[in-house]
């Protein structure tokens, strides 16, 4: 229309024939920066609740994802009237193991592939603990009159192992839904509560995880928790 002033931010000048035939007037360089801003932006607005999950998930982490280990809620005591035999044939309550921090695997005296593979982790996880490595006894409970073969006698000479009615231990000890008692590695607290469970059949990656855990429960408990077990009054 003549005589009015048409004030469009993206025409830079005057109609051109281009315009008349419907075609958009070509956008200034100021308004794509503009443009490109505001998507920027709506972009950031849309990322910034994701980066910042990602980073509280991966890099300051919940309490409660610490763990490797699952914590047993409630803690179970140590039953008193569960007798143990040695394999020198002794015979002596499993409560007398109270008073050190014990990593325990369960299994049958036959020993399969599962059994020698934990003890190797119990032992090899003890012996990372440095001058923490005497607060940690490794125990082994088996839970049949299998006879240990010769084979691993060298290996045990560190370890406490001891033959267990196997209902018995069922009645303390629980595997996770869908797993088998001898399948876990078990720590138990020196005031005889077990207290975790490791998952699985667990391999070098798995034990170098449950191996933090142990190393931050000994930390939290160094000054109540002293290496060597107290030896019973003897009459």
Not at 51 to 74: K, Q
Request: glycine letters at 8%; charged letters at 25%.
């Amino acid at each position: 229309m003549s005589g009015s002033k048409s004030s469009d931010a993206f025409a830079p000048g005057p109609a051109t024939p281009a315009d008349a035939s419907g075609a958009r007037p070509p956008v200034a360089p100021r308004a794509r920066r503009r443009a490109r801003w505001t998507l920027l932006l709506l972009f950031l607005g849309f990322l910034a609740p994701v980066a910042a999950s990602y980073f509280t998930y991966y890099v300051v982490r919940p309490e409660g994802r610490r763990n490797f280990g699952t914590l047993i809620e409630p803690q179970r005591a140590l039953p008193a009237d569960l007798a143990a035999i040695a394999l020198d044939g002794r015979r002596e309550p499993l409560d007398a193991l109270r008073g050190q921090w014990l990593l325990v695997s369960v299994g049958s005296g036959a020993c399969d592939a599962v059994c020698e593979n934990h003890l190797y982790l119990q032992r090899q996880m003890r012996e990372s603990l440095g001058r923490d490595k005497d607060r940690l006894d490794w125990v082994w409970l088996i839970t049949d009159a299998a006879p240990v073969p010769s084979a691993l006698a060298g290996a045990l000479g560190q370890a406490t192992v001891l033959r267990v009615d196997a209902q018995a231990l069922a009645r303390w000890l629980e595997p996770a839904p869908g797993q088998a008692l001898n399948e876990h590695l078990y720590l138990v607290d020196p005031k005889g509560n077990w207290m975790m469970r490791f998952p699985a059949l667990l391999d070098a990656a798995g034990a170098a995880k449950a191996r933090r855990d142990l190393e931050r429960l000994l930390r939290a408990s160094a000054s109540w928790d002293q290496a060597g077990r107290k030896e019973p009054d003897r009459p």
